[in-house]
């Protein structure tokens, strides 16, 4: 997958099970190995977390399915607030 890293911004987060997980904001760069470490995510959907004013979260480029229209994420049951988005 290649890209401009400009074109990430703003782009919209879900996970393979079709849950919103929210909109990047920033992307994390490990300039000696010129590679994407993980994409910070902002506007995050506030059902996913227990934590109150919990306003970011980077998920790891290994997790990450496709980038396109929107980015998509391998889904990870229990990875968030427990009881939801674990089943479809």
Not at 16 to 29: Q, T
Request: glycine letters at 8%; hydrophobic letters at 45%; aromatic letters at 8%.
């Amino acid at each position: 997958m290649r890209t401009q890293i400009t074109e990430l911004f703003g782009l919209a987060i879900y996970t393979e099970k079709s849950v919103f997980v929210g909109e990047v904001e920033d992307v994390l760069i490990d300039v000696d190995s010129k590679k994407m470490e993980s994409l910070v995510v902002g506007k995050l959907n506030q059902e996913l977390v227990d934590i109150k004013n919990y306003k970011g979260l980077k998920i790891p480029f290994r997790i990450i399915r496709a980038i396109g229209d929107i980015v998509l994420i391998r889904h990870l049951p229990g990875a968030f607030k427990s009881g939801n988005f674990d089943e479809v």
